[in-house]
Nanobody, 120 residues
Framework: QVQLVESGGGSAQAGGSLRVSCAASGDRFCMAWFRQAPGKEREGVAYITDLGTTAYVDSVKGRFTVSRDNAKKTMYLQMNNLKPEDTAMYYC?????????????????WGQGIQVTVSS
């Protein structure tokens, strides 16, 4: 099992930017960011493979960028033009399986989560 530790996040005003990072203790083919707002289901935000293939949920396309540094075993999520609806707990996830998609069921490893709050 791989340990995942998120950092960054915090608070921003609408239109602002934040970056969250996820440091992994080992290598994983697919890493992803999920988020969960109070009273809502966990939602896949973005994922990235070890070769750099990425995908995003429609609501963040053009605003969020996922990247990873394989040498540092770290994934990043740069969040620009933030909106109040981006407020949520953000979770890092990873899997060594052959499939990479925004389905929480395929991920073996999860971080503790980090809060992102956007005020209007």
């Amino acid at each position: 099992q791989v340990q995942l530790v998120e950092s960054g996040g915090g608070s921003a005003q609408a239109g602002g930017s934040l970056r969250v990072s996820c440091a992994a203790s080992g290598d994983r083919f697919c890493m992803a960011w999920f988020r969960q707002a109070p009273g809502k289901e966990r939602e896949g935000v973005a994922y990235i493979t070890d070769l750099g293939t990425t995908a995003y949920v429609d609501s963040v396309k053009g605003r969020f960028t996922v990247s990873r540094d394989n040498a540092k075993k770290t994934m990043y999520l740069q969040m620009n033009n933030l909106k109040p609806e981006d407020t949520a707990m953000y979770y890092c996830a990873a899997t060594g399986g052959a499939v990479c998609q925004a389905n929480p069921k395929i991920f073996d490893d999860w971080g503790q989560g980090i809060q992102v709050t956007v005020s209007s």
